[in-house]
């Protein structure tokens, strides 16, 4: 049992290039997370999911693309990467909208 | 909107304190409220989860108490020890949210030998 998995750990982009970061989770939970972490900072909500087929907009999605096809997986697509988006990214999964969250490890971006 | 202050930002103790963390938020119609720890580099560890209709927590030697009414939570450490030192995160499930967490800042606690 895995966990919460995420990938790359670390990554640098450049100025207008697109990557998608990897998150998946084996504990068969119906609600995911997208986090991002500016260094000082507490954890910002990007997008979340409650189910395969259905995301929806947390406060910060403003350059970030979700989907969500399968229970497991929950990209975050950065389409035109700019340094306001150098940060850290936690992926998190949950069971019920009530009960606690599980983090991945998080990937690191800079963006040059 | 809901916001969450955790005071002090930063605590440094002697090995063996007692210590008291405190987080504060501005709404209180939460369904819960989280403690987390977060070690350099990595991911966040769940500690403890209090429901809105709780009080208080305990786990081993730590013990989270929750007062909705007045919009604070303390999470009180006993005999600190180096192992403890990491950022605390102090996180509240809105009322009527789906499941997302609004966070705090952190406080990050060192225990010195």
């Known amino acids: 049992n895995a966990g919460v998995t995420q990938t790359p750990k670390f990554r640098i982009l450049k100025i207008g290039q697109s990557m998608t970061l990897q998150c998946t989770q084996d504990m068969n939970h119906n609600y995911m997370y997208w986090y991002r972490q500016d260094p000082g900072m507490g954890l910002k909500l990007i997008y979340y999911s409650v189910g395969a087929g259905i995301t929806d907009k947390g406060e910060v999605p403003n350059g970030y693309n979700v989907s969500r096809s399968t229970t497991e997986d929950f990209p975050l697509r950065l389409e035109l990467a700019a340094p306001s988006q150098t940060s850290v990214y936690f992926c998190?999964?949950?069971?019920?909208?009530?009960?606690?969250?599980?983090f991945g490890p998080g990937t690191r971006l800079l963006v040059l | 909107k809901q916001e969450v202050t955790q005071i002090p930002a930063a605590l440094s103790v002697p090995e063996g304190e007692n210590l008291v963390l405190n987080c504060s938020f501005t709404d209180s119609a939460i369904y819960n409220l989280q403690w987390f720890r977060q070690d350099p580099g990595k991911g966040l560890t769940s500690l403890l989860l209090i429901q809105s209709s709780q009080r208080e927590q305990t786990s081993g030697r730590l013990n989270a108490s929750l007062d909705k009414s007045s919009g604070r939570s303390t999470l009180y450490i006993a005999a600190s020890q180096p192992g403890d030192s990491a950022t605390y995160l102090c996180?509240?499930?809105?009322?009527?949210?789906?499941?997302?967490?609004?966070f705090g800042k952190g406080t990050k606690l060192s225990v010195k030998p």
């Open positions: 996180a509240v499930r809105p009322g009527g949210s789906q499941g997302n967490l609004i």
């Open positions: 998190a999964s949950g069971d019920r909208g009530r009960e606690t969250q599980y």
